[in-house]
């Protein structure tokens, strides 16, 4: 999705008026001054990314190009934790998720409740993001788009629809989770064995399922279309981007741009289009939801890309899972990709993963001696500085607490690149 006019318009009074909301001693925001217009583009070393792809152009950034940084501040100003923001609807979160996925069937309960039990939900990333997001969009909506709006619901009505899509997102994750794992033939996962390993794939995809039906379930009781659409596109390109992998040919493995959307639709099309649902159940207007879109899409992309990175540097203690797992299995990501732009002699090796395990010990000096895991780490940051200024160019507002979620939401991306695990 390219973001449009009026939105980039917005994008340039972002650097202009919203100081506020990035006076955070945890992160800034450095405009390019060298270029007086913004784009709907990034480009990041020869790659610009529109929309879900990347595609080829020449060496260098574009003229929409920002740097993430630690900035030491005067300003005294308290510290955020985006996560302690909303703890308490989490807790409420966990809990309605742990009744909703009680089943008849003992084998199918305990099944499908793994990953919910206590101690095992993981941080809880995306619920984090999305009822950060809706405090983050609790602003008046404009009276000629409210008079259009059939459906207005009370305030607090409108929280619980909105912790609904959160629920249902990470429905969707975890039943994703679940699948990936039996296809990639997983035995660990966040720090416990698989469901796979524990119980077998059939049981693993029969969770998976389950949770898939009782996340369509949830999302039919919001009553509203568009949102439905949105979220079942979500499952489409979940689907479409397993197969992009499982498919591909060895020009395609090879290929950025393909790379890029397959992404996009592993990971980032979840949170995005869950973001874009936030907004509309709040009744916003289609640029607000452009943003809460295109705030998803970068930090799910950025996300992915710090993934691919630890996957080479993190160690499986602080992963959950197996280090080196990608490439092990034949998949080849970003760190390599701009790897083989240096040494084209690589692709002969990646080419050869599955049927010479040694090659891996060849593909990671090549790795070593290359750029790519920085490369990476840059187009990561590239990808989360998109994210922060979308969040920078929602409208303004005097509340305190919207301006403090919106905060949070930038501080997220920091996080994302910052990350070890």
Do not use: W
């Not at 997102?169 to 524990?198: C, P």
């Amino acid at each position: 999705m390219l973001i449009t006019r009026g939105v980039s318009r917005k994008f340039r009074s972002f650097y202009g008026c919203s100081r506020s909301l990035l006076s955070s001693p945890r992160l800034a925001i450095i405009p390019d001054r060298s270029h007086s217009s913004c784009s709907d583009s990034t480009t990041h070393k020869g790659y610009v990314c529109r929309g879900t792809s990347c595609a080829l152009t020449s060496p260098g950034f574009g003229s929409f190009r920002h740097q993430l940084y630690h900035q030491s501040s005067s300003v005294v100003e308290e510290e955020l934790d985006p996560f302690s923001l909303v703890a308490d609807e989490l807790s409420l979160l966990s809990n309605k998720l742990r009744a909703m996925v009680v089943a008849e069937v003992p084998k199918l309960a305990t099944a499908a409740e793994y990953f919910f039990k206590r101690g095992v939900e993981g941080k809880q990333f995306r619920p984090t993001i999305l009822l950060l997001m809706a405090t983050a969009l609790n602003v008046r909506v404009p009276e000629a788009l409210a008079a259009d709006t059939a459906d207005i619901v009370p305030s607090t009505e409108l929280r619980v629809r909105q912790r609904g899509i959160a629920e249902i997102t990470e429905m969707i994750h975890v039943a994703s989770l679940l699948h990936d794992d039996v296809l990639d033939d997983a035995d660990t996962r966040r720090g416990v064995g698989s469901l796979n390993f524990v119980m077998g794939n059939k049981i693993s995809v029969l969770a998976g399922d389950f949770l898939l039906s009782r996340a369509c379930v949830a999302l039919a009781a919001l009553k509203n279309t568009e949102v439905v659409s949105l979220l079942a596109t979500v499952v489409e390109h979940l689907v479409t981007g397993e197969t992009m992998q499982m498919t591909s040919t060895t020009d395609q493995r090879h290929s950025m741009d393909y790379y890029m959307q397959k992404t996009y639709y592993k990971t980032a099309s979840l949170i995005s289009n869950s973001c874009k649902a936030i907004a509309l159940l709040a009744g916003q207007s289609a640029e607000v939801a452009t943003l809460a879109f295109e705030y998803g899409r970068n930090l799910g992309l950025a996300f992915q890309l710090i993934d691919d990175v630890l996957d080479f540097t993190g160690t499986s203690a602080s992963l959950g899972k197996g280090s080196l797992s990608d490439i092990r299995h034949g998949i080849i990501t970003a760190p390599i990709l701009f790897a083989m732009e240096e040494f084209p002699q690589l692709r002969t090796v990646v080419d050869q993963l599955e049927k010479d395990p040694t090659n891996v010990d060849i593909a990671l000096e090549y790795l070593g001696k290359s750029k790519g895991i920085q490369r990476t780490r840059e187009l990561a940051i590239e990808h989360a500085n998109l994210a922060a200024a979308a969040i920078g160019s929602l409208p303004e507002t005097d509340d305190e607490d919207v301006k403090r979620s919106r905060r949070a939401l930038i501080d997220l991306t920091h996080r994302v690149i910052s990350r070890n695990k």
